[in-house]
């Protein structure tokens, strides 16, 4: 009996490693892909499938703003020139702050936060950090600082009703493209990425009108920390 048990935790252990394996094969055969090709993000793919809106305009990180470019590596991950896909600091800070792993606040990097987008699903959990990781560590290697970002900008939530990718952000917030956002206009777009549904560019309230303030002035005392991806 005890035989017979044995064998079928063995059977669940490697049916968890295979899955595991495929989980990472797919994303990196894609990657090669997504060097050249403009992808989409599991969640847009999910909304196709299900009939609900999607508006995407890819646009080339030239046709961005410099100032939403640093005004995002300034909120979402401040030392992207610095990493290769994954910020152990920013992860040790993270879980500093809290033990709780539905808690923790930060610490993904913008190319975890791509690799998620592109590949996995959108709830915290452990699997998916254990995947993230070095997916993250293969698309920076892979692709770059500059098309990995490029990547993420066109493929994140900018708004509540299917808006994905700057261009689609910036015209339903101000009606003008990616490429004419203005300083406050680039922190408005980056304070809300956390979650575009809750947080609304085009009416900020006062608690996302204070956060841009801190992005918008944080982003023009730091020009070096987005070097890695500015011309």
């Not at 899955?19 to 094969?25: D, G, K, P, S, Y």
């Not at 692709?143 to 490029?150: N, P």
């Not at 990547?151 to 509540?160: H, K």
Request: with cysteine.
């Amino acid at each position: 009996m005890a035989v017979k048990r044995g064998r079928g935790i063995w059977r669940i252990v490697r049916l968890v490693g295979l899955a595991l394996i495929l989980m990472l094969l797919v994303p990196v055969g894609l990657t090669l892909a997504y060097g050249v090709v403009a992808p989409v993000s599991t969640v847009m793919l999910w909304r196709r499938v299900t009939g609900q809106p999607v508006q995407r305009i890819w646009v080339p990180l030239d046709a961005v703003s410099p100032a939403l470019i640093r005004s995002v590596i300034v909120a979402e991950d401040a030392r992207y020139c610095q990493h290769h896909g994954v910020d152990v600091r920013g992860v040790v800070d993270a879980f500093e702050e809290t033990d709780d792993l539905r808690r923790a606040r930060g610490g993904s990097s913008i190319t975890q936060q791509a690799v998620k987008n592109l590949f996995l699903w959108p709830s915290r959990s452990y699997v998916r950090k254990v995947v993230e990781a070095p997916l993250a560590l293969w698309l920076d290697l892979t692709l770059g600082k500059r098309r990995v970002l490029e990547i993420y900008l066109n493929v994140v939530e900018w708004g509540p009703s299917g808006q994905f990718g700057i261009e689609a952000g910036a015209r339903r917030a101000f009606g003008k493209s990616a490429a004419a956002l203005d300083p406050r206009e680039a922190a408005l777009l980056a304070a809300i990425l956390p979650n575009p549904h809750t947080r609304d560019a085009r009416r900020p309230g006062p608690g996302l009108l204070r956060l841009a303030g801190i992005y918008e002035r944080r982003a023009a005392a730091w020009t070096s920390t987005a070097a890695c991806v500015l011309r």
